[in-house]
């Protein structure tokens, strides 16, 4: 397992690295000047001098050549350093662990709801293939699919905050704060894998060992929760670990819509302003995320299953 580990690290440092050249590529090829807009902000929306532009282009290594500064960003990165913010002038890791939690506890809220409501959707669904459950439990996962998170959490405020009066439309610390974007966030992760676990379920149901289980005389409940629902997990492991990156994205757009703090937020304000190095930092924080949740993903399937190699294929 161990040399299987080693590989996909080597791995995820490469996509790091593709990652990182994208982004820094794509930065410096978007249409503005970052020493212009950062100047014309700092001075209340008068034009700067060129004599000042020039002046922070200097001091920000922005008339280096582009590989030149690519090399340079990536070796302070190695060693811990992603830069300076050019309007305020801090660190982008104090940014980023400063506006970290609030999209963490956003993103794990919002895959609580998910699991919460999709795994017993998924096998009340299965157990009842064909019936009145199963055919409302499909409607409702595509009502979760097609509905996009703004207008969800618009809808949600409308009536939770402004009708009924119960829960807080924006703001940020308290539990009333958080269930709205939760949800808004968790309802189409919710209906991804009530979807992909009552497909799962149906086909580990078809099984000879299930069937093998019930003629024992093994009570319903311990045949689906205990042989089945354990063997139809693999494949909404994958989803959830994946899915879990995206919440991060996702809260992107809940943070704006709820007005929250976050990476979203931040992101977003970096990238009107042409902030380059908090967006290189936050890209590539999101794209470790994704790294690590991918390997995690991969070894818990050898627990889940322990008939599955990681090496590749099955014991």
Do not use: C
């Not at 190695?78 to 940014?95: K, P």
């Not at 998924?122 to 979760?144: E, F, M, N, P, T």
């Not at 979807?195 to 024992?216: G, N, P, W």
Request: charged residues 15%; without cysteine.
């Amino acid at each position: 397992m161990w040399k299987y580990i080693v590989r996909r690290i080597i791995s995820g440092l490469a996509v790091l690295l593709g990652v990182s050249v994208l982004t820094f590529s794509l930065t410096f090829f978007t249409p503005g000047d970052p020493a212009r807009t950062i100047l014309r902000k700092q001075m209340g929306g008068r034009s700067p001098s060129q004599a000042a532009i020039e002046r922070f282009r200097e001091t920000n290594g922005l008339n280096d050549p582009i590989p030149v500064q690519y090399v340079n960003w990536v070796t302070d990165v190695m060693q811990g350093d992603l830069g300076v913010s050019y309007h305020s002038e801090t660190a982008v890791t104090t940014l980023i662990q400063q506006n970290l939690m609030p999209t963490v506890e956003l993103a794990v809220a919002g895959l609580a709801v998910a699991l919460v409501v999709a795994i017993p959707t998924g096998v009340i669904s299965a157990v009842h293939k064909g019936g009145r459950l199963d055919y409302g439990s499909q409607v409702l996962a595509l009502l979760g699919l097609s509905m996009p998170n703004f207008w969800l959490g618009y809808l949600l405020m409308l009536v939770f905050a402004v009708q009924l009066g119960v829960l807080p439309t924006h703001g940020f610390g308290t539990f009333g704060h958080l269930v709205l974007p939760a949800v808004t966030l968790g309802t189409g992760m919710a209906a991804v894998i009530t979807r992909l676990l009552r497909s799962s379920m149906l086909e580990v149901l078809d099984e000879e060992y299930i069937q093998t289980a019930r003629s024992k005389g093994l009570k319903e409940r311990i045949v689906v929760y205990k042989h089945t629902l354990r063997n139809a997990l693999i494949p909404v492991i994958t989803i959830v670990g994946l899915q879990f990156g995206y919440l991060l994205n996702g809260a992107v757009i809940i943070e704006m819509v709820f007005q929250r703090p976050g990476l979203g937020s931040l992101l977003i304000d970096a990238i009107f302003a042409r902030n380059y190095p908090v967006v290189q930092g936050l890209v590539l924080i999101v794209a470790v995320v994704f790294v690590v949740t991918n390997l995690l993903v991969d070894i818990t399937y050898r627990y889940v299953d322990p008939r599955i190699s990681l090496g590749g294929g099955s014991e």
